[in-house]
């Protein structure tokens, strides 16, 4: 099942196995993303902290952990093509796939159905 935060990451959890990116809404704020410093593989990343960075023509922005947990890998394709994200966010898109996750950490995550509600209210503003 896919999850989503206020910040608009995603997270998609297969047993204890969870695949971590940034939504569609988010790609298309940070317009055309020239650079990302992924997660090394094996750092332990906390809920609610930035693991990462994504630099866009037109600002660098922190990445914020939706859920805890170790990176098992980081999606190495991003390094020469960070435009990736930009083209496909929530499925090639994705930054690292996380593992020791804690299911605790899903409170509290919005669903499919509840991000689209608050990202039309952002949407408004």
Known sequence: MKYYTEEHEWVEVAGNLATIGITAFAAAELGD?????LP???KT????????VVESVKAASDVFAPIGGTVKEANQKLDSDP????SSPETDGW?????GINPADLN???????YAVFTARAKKK
């Open 83 to 86: 435009g990736i994200i930009n």
């Open 95 to 99: 930054i690292c796939k996380v593992e």
């Open 40 to 42: 090394a593989v094996g």
């Open 45 to 52: 990343i906390t809920r609610g902290q930035p693991f990462c």
């Open 108 to 114: 509290g995550l919005m669903t499919a159905e509840q």
């Open 33 to 37: 993303l020239t650079y990302i410093e």
